[in-house]
């Protein structure tokens, strides 16, 4: 055989061993998810020249337990509104009868500037389903990011419902809810169980000590979600009124959310 035809065999060789692996390579690249949107803000505001945006993927589906990050991007903010995001994460990772969120903040060093205070769920179709749209994340400013204190209703009294605990959302069929008289006396439902309780207010600081409740059995879901909140209640340690939403937030160190509640 002359060295020609040799040569012509090996290249023939090459390129077919090239398109069988570009044949195993794409599907590999083809199988990455991807969720695309926008984080925004509605503060006619510029950030801070370091703001850094993070936005993760998180498995929301146990209620008596913090979130799993799934996948989370992270990047420069540089003085942007709205920030257009990606997410490439594994679909292996996301499993059926899962629950699923997208949650994003916006930092400045160690201060943490806006936050996710509503529930943003997604892949709701199960694996292997894209969203039908790019996402629209909105974030709320922290008391961290006001500067000096800025002016706050006299109180939070009031009946308020849960409509987040912990960023995890609340379950459709269970109200929780809290009422907050002027003395700082505190009553409500779990989801559950009725409780009972005192708040020590002191400008927009906050304090509720140990709280008394009935001892009523309910299903799981409905207990873990009361759980949830009686621990909301105990790190509570200041509060905030979004007056065009009617809104009571409750805030944990350093002014992060812990919870969100609607006026009834």
């Not at 979130?67 to 292996?92: C, K, Q």
């Not at 309910?218 to 509570?236: D, G, H, I, S, Y």
């Amino acid at each position: 055989m002359t060295s020609s035809r040799l040569s012509l065999m090996t290249r023939r060789r090459a390129l077919l061993s090239f398109a069988a692996v570009g044949a195993m390579a794409t599907p590999a690249l083809a199988a990455r998810g991807m969720l695309h949107g926008r984080v925004f803000f509605r503060e006619r505001m510029m950030l801070p020249p370091g703001a850094m945006v993070e936005v993760r993927l998180v498995d929301v589906s146990r209620a008596d337990a913090p979130s799993l990050t799934i996948a989370r991007t992270r990047f420069p903010a540089e003085g942007r509104n709205p920030l257009p995001f990606v997410i490439s994460y594994d679909p292996a990772r996301i499993l059926p009868r899962r629950r699923y969120a997208v949650q994003a903040r916006i930092t400045d060093g160690r201060r943490l500037l806006f936050i996710t205070t509503q529930h943003y769920p997604v892949l709701t179709g199960g694996p292997g389903q894209p969203e039908p749209r790019p996402l629209e994340i909105r974030v709320d400013r922290t008391r961290a990011a006001e500067g000096p204190a800025s002016p706050q209703p006299a109180s939070p009294a009031g009946r308020w419902l849960a409509e987040d605990i912990g960023g995890g959302g609340v379950l459709d069929r269970v109200q929780t809810t809290l009422e907050i008289a002027p003395d700082g006396g505190i009553s409500g439902s779990g989801g559950c169980n009725r409780f009972t309780g005192k708040a020590i207010l002191s400008g927009a600081s906050l304090s509720i000590g140990p709280v008394a409740s009935t001892r009523m059995a309910c299903t799981p879901a409905a207990m873990a979600q009361e759980a949830r909140f009686f621990k909301v209640l105990e790190q509570a340690k200041g509060w905030r009124i979004d007056p065009t939403r009617r809104k009571l937030v409750l805030l944990g160190e350093n002014g992060a959310p812990l919870a969100i509640l609607a006026a009834m």
